[in-house]
Every structure is written in structure tokens, then in C-alpha cells.
């Protein structure tokens, strides 16, 4: 049982979330919740920070695609006509290049969260990766309201104010990636006797 109180997860605000001002909100809801912040620090990583972050795999990459093409079916455009291409790898690498783009455009405030069921908690928190599906009470459905379709049409990654690790491996490689063992920190919160 200690071992899923004490789990951990990746957090990032992202370019658009720092210049907006959400730190403390991103922070502050996490808070709340309960969960314990034992990490943080604002930076700012180029290319090759980003291609240890985000899969390797021509899988994501497909993937990537796939979402792109059917955000394009969805709303009845036609990919060839905006993007050049209909093909999922070529639009997959479109969109990884903007969201590489994206993800260097600015600082990034990164976090290391702990607690009971923390990825799973921190994903609920932030709300649907496509903010104008996220619901009302997340972070993305209150902060933010970019679509898909806006975004590959106008060639530029969605803007979804933040980051969390989705599985305890990705967060295991996440976490080892954007800090070192000794910026992580111990420490007990006051709540930790009555919550749980
Ligand atoms: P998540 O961030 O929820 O883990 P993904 O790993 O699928 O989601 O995507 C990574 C990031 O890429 C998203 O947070 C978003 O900023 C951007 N993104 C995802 N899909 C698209 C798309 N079809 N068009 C533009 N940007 C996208």
C-alpha cells in the first residue's frame, strides 16, 4: 500500500500555461487535491530534451496521424488541400514537428507530484488532451479552448496548457528524464495523518 500513496508523476505546464499566467493555478488545484509537490523547477529545452521525452516510435508518429486525419474527417476537410498530404506518417511528422515547435517556444515549469493514485489523479485534474473536449472543472476545460482542427489546419500542435504522465513506466522514464535524484525531495505534508 505505501508504494501506490507514495506514487509519482511527471507534471509540465507548458509554453501557453506559463504565459498565461497558470502556474499557480496548475499548482494550486494539484494541491487541493491533496497531492504533494516534491519537485519544481521552470526551464527551457531544446530538441533534443524533447525526442527523450516523447516516444521514438514510428508507432506514436502513426498515431499522431491518425488523431490528425480523423480530427480532419470529423470536420470534413480535406487534409491534402490544407496539409499537402493525406498520408498518416507525413501528417504525423507534421505534427510532431509543431509540437516540438510548441514545446520549445517558451519556458516550462516542471514538477514531480506524489500521492495516492497520483498519475491517474493528476490525468482527471487536467481533463481531456483536446481542451474543447475536456470538461467543465479540469484544468483544460476551465483554461483553455483550442480544437484539432483550428491547429492542423493553421499547422501548429494543439495548446492544452499542460502535461502528465499517462502510465507508471512513462512516468517512471519521464521523471528520471527532467530532473536528477537529488532534486527530488522528501517531506511530509500535515494532511498526510487525516487523509489517509
Ligand atoms: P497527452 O498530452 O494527453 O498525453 P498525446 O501524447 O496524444 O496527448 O499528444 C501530445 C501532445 O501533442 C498533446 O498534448 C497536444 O499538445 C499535441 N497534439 C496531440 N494531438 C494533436 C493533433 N492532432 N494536432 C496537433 N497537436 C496535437
Known amino acids: 500500500m505505501q508504494k501506490l500513496k507514495q506514487e509519482k508523476t511527471l507534471v509540465l505546464v507548458k509554453p501557453d500555461g506559463v504565459k498565461r499566467g497558470l502556474i499557480g493555478e496548475i499548482v494550486g488545484r494539484i494541491e487541493r487535491r491533496g497531492l504533494k ?18 516516444p521514438k516510435s514510428d508507432e506514436w508518429v502513426g498515431r499522431l496521424g491518425d488523431k490528425g486525419l480523423s480530427t480532419f474527417a470529423d470536420y470534413k476537410l480535406d487534409p491534402k488541400e490544407h496539409l499537402g498530404t493525406d498520408d498518416r506518417m507525413q501528417i504525423g511528422k507534421k505534427v510532431k514537428e509543431s509540437l516540438f515547435e510548441y514545446m520549445t517556444s517558451g519556458p516550462i515549469v516542471a514538477m ?63 521523471i528520471n528524464l ?10 511530509k505534508r500535515a494532511e498526510e495523518d487525516v487523509m489517509f
Open 37 to 54: 509537490v516534491v519537485a519544481l523547477k521552470m526551464v527551457q529545452v531544446g530538441r533534443p530534451h524533447l525526442e527523450e521525452h516523447f
Open 112 to 174: 514531480v507530484v506524489q500521492g495516492m493514485h497520483s498519475i491517474d489523479m493528476v490525468r482527471k485534474l487536467a481533463g481531456h488532451t483536446l481542451p474543447f473536449k475536456a470538461d467543465m472543472g479540469t484544468l483544460r476545460g476551465d483554461f483553455s479552448v483550442d480544437s484539432p482542427a483550428v491547429a492542423n489546419v493553421e499547422g501548429r500542435a494543439i495548446h492544452n496548457i499542460m502535461h502528465a504522465s499517462e502510465t507508471p513506466e512513462e512516468a517512471a522514464n519521464e
Open 178 to 187: 527532467w530532473f536528477k535524484p537529488e532534486e527530488i525531495h522528501e517531506y
